[in-house]
Nanobody, 125 residues
Framework: QVQLVESGGGLVQPGGSLRLSCVASGFSLDPYAIGWFRQAPGKEREGVSYISRNNENTYYANSVKGRFTISRDNAKNTVYLQMNSLKPEDTAVYYC??????????????????WGQGTQVTVSS
């Protein structure tokens, strides 16, 4: 069964850190770019970060630039999102998704075919 599984979410205080993982099962991540998205209650799902299949390109939403870092370990079939200096406004369900190629801007959800089920990140004191 082809699926992406996110983990690493949780409750953290403002200023804290979390590392999210996105593990692929049933297929290899090697040929795919990966995007991280998030959706807060009452808001649309938005792009957070992107990494190309060969690590050449990474992109970040302005709201997380300088605080989040995306990386991948193809040997472990895993993509990570290191989140530092977390803020309450980072609270959301975080999703990873795979794209065989970009047909539009990296944050356009139509690029992505497989999606994980999401992991909750809550930033609160």
């Amino acid at each position: 069964q082809v699926q992406l599984v996110e983990s690493g979410g949780g409750l953290v205080q403002p200023g804290g850190s979390l590392r999210l993982s996105c593990v692929a099962s049933g297929f290899s991540l090697d040929p795919y770019a990966i995007g991280w998205f998030r959706q807060a209650p009452g808001k649309e799902r938005e792009g957070v970060s992107y990494i190309s299949r060969n690590n050449e390109n990474t992109y970040y939403a302005n709201s997380v630039k300088g605080r989040f870092t995306i990386s991948r370990d193809n040997a472990k079939n895993t993509v990570y999102l290191q989140m530092n200096s977390l803020k309450p406004e980072d609270t959301a369900v975080y999703y990873c998704a795979s794209a065989s190629r970009l047909w539009a801007s990296w944050y356009n959800r139509q690029n992505y075919n497989y999606w994980g089920q999401g992991t909750q990140v809550t930033v609160s004191s």
